[in-house]
């Protein structure tokens, strides 16, 4: 008896010894893989016209009329896209609260979207953090999405890999944690256009569609195979294994502002799945410092995007 406990007693350590090898292992590997290197195009020089408008103190704010498609049928609604200027940290990948030479300065683009579903209301916001230098993929992109069935959360961290992150009330979704390859980013292309419309992609591609998308379409987060062309102020991403379609109707000139999009895609579920285009169509613009309009008669700026 004694001899089989103590034979017992040895399996165990074994075991447990096992384990935390493993687990050593492991972490040494880790630690001294090298990082990854994100391969840089040269930066893109930053024209006295550029530095002017986007380093002036205020932000672009752009509305426009929305067509969203949803469960198979075109909502009405309202899109809004702000562009702005910031310092961002490259390491807490955050908005930097003081200057310092290790920030990373970006174009940050906040772009919204509110529209109806019979009787209740979605909203929808993308952030997308991409350096002005115009050589490597943003940094950050993040979406939420919230109707009255609950809410969704996606981030893209762009370090070593595209790190995810991903939160849903939907089962089969739920809390995800995962990397995947560096790749385009749709989400990074709308300001990669208002850097250098020119500096686009085109071709054959592999993009990660946006954030929206992929949550709203229940689609996996990875890059899908693409064409992309650009052609007097419209670029064009088209991705056959989703039969989806994108095209982005721009400004020629400086600042290269977004005049409308189309989104053709599929709409609902199952039987009642639908080909149909969304739509937006520019109605104003202001440029504003409007973190600072929070009063209630700065309500009146709403009236010049016609936003009521």
Not at 32 to 58: A, H, V
Not at 64 to 79: H, I
Not at 86 to 106: T, W
Not at 160 to 187: L, P
Request: glycine share 4%; aromatic share 12%.
């Amino acid at each position: 008896m004694k001899t089989i406990q103590i034979l017992s007693l040895v399996s165990i350590i074994f075991v447990l010894n096992s384990c935390k090898e493993n687990k050593s292992e492991t972490s040494d590997t880790i630690a001294i893989s090298e990082p990854k290197e994100e391969k840089q195009s040269p930066e893109t020089k930053l024209s006295k016209e550029f530095k002017d408008y986007w380093y002036n103190g205020e932000a672009e704010i752009t509305s426009y009329k929305l067509e969203q498609a949803r469960y198979g049928e075109l909502r009405e609604g309202t899109a809004v896209m702000v562009f702005v200027t910031e310092d961002f940290l490259p390491e807490q990948q955050v908005k930097a609260d003081n200057y310092d030479e290790s920030n990373i300065p970006v174009l940050k683009l906040n772009a919204t979207k509110n529209f109806n579903t019979g009787i209740y209301p979605y909203s929808i916001m993308q952030s997308t953090f991409y350096p002005v230098a115009n050589n490597q993929h943003a940094i950050k992109v993040t979406a939420s999405i919230q109707e009255w069935c609950g809410q969704v959360y996606a981030q893209l961290n762009n370090r070593d890999d595209f790190e995810i992150m991903s939160h849903s009330y939907f089962q089969g979704e739920a809390d995800q944690n995962f990397d995947i390859e560096k790749n385009w980013t749709e989400n990074e292309l709308w300001t990669k256009l208002r850097i250098d419309p020119e500096s686009l992609p085109t071709g054959e591609l592999n993009i990660i569609p946006s954030l929206e998308y992929a949550r709203l379409r229940h689609q996996p987060i990875k890059a899908y195979d693409a064409i992309a062309s650009l052609d007097n102020g419209m670029y064009t991403l088209s991705y056959p294994e989703l039969n989806r379609t994108l095209k982005i109707n721009f400004n020629n000139e400086f600042p290269f502002d977004i005049l409308g999009w189309e989104e053709t895609s599929e709409s609902g579920f199952g039987a009642s799945t639908k080909t149909l285009t969304t739509k937006a169509t520019k109605l104003s613009s202001i440029k504003s410092a409007y973190w600072n309009k929070n009063n209630n008669a700065d309500e009146s700026l709403r009236e010049k995007l016609k936003l009521q």
